[in-house]
Nanobody, 132 residues
């Protein structure tokens, strides 16, 4: 199993920004899809953002659209989740995942982020706490 190493979490105030990192230890992300998920205490894992296997398309769910973006570096070794305008409801453990999920396109032509079961490798999570 490939280990994904996550970092970048921490305690921030509302309105602050954070950048989470996710690196693959044994393979390049060049042809690997990346997904970002979060899980708050007592709640189910939530899909928030993703990068397609080609790296040409990404997406976010409505709850974080306009605030969160995800991308890989030029070497395709690390994926990032850029989070801005953080809110208390963003508090959760954030996970990255990697694999080769299928491509899902809506009838309106938008890329739909894959479900957790479509990814093979997972990071151990990093805590993000947004509190005043």
């Amino acid at each position: 199993q490939v280990q994904l190493v996550e970092s970048g979490g921490g305690l921030v105030q509302p309105g602050d920004s954070l950048r989470l990192s996710c690196g693959a230890s044994a393979f390049s992300l060049e042809k690997i899809g990346v997904g970002w998920f979060r899980q708050a205490p007592g709640k189910q894992r939530e899909r928030i953002a993703c990068i397609s296997t080609t790296g040409r398309t990404n997406g976010t769910v409505d709850s974080v659209a306009g605030r969160f973006t995800t991308f890989t570096d030029n070497a395709k070794t690390t994926a990032y989740l850029e989070m801005t305008s953080l809110r208390p409801e963003d508090t959760a453990v954030y996970y990255c995942a990697a694999g080769r999920p299928g491509v899902h396109i809506s009838r309106t032509g938008q890329y739909i982020c894959p479900r957790p079961a479509e990814y093979d490798y997972w990071g151990q999570g990093t805590q993000v706490t947004v509190s005043s």
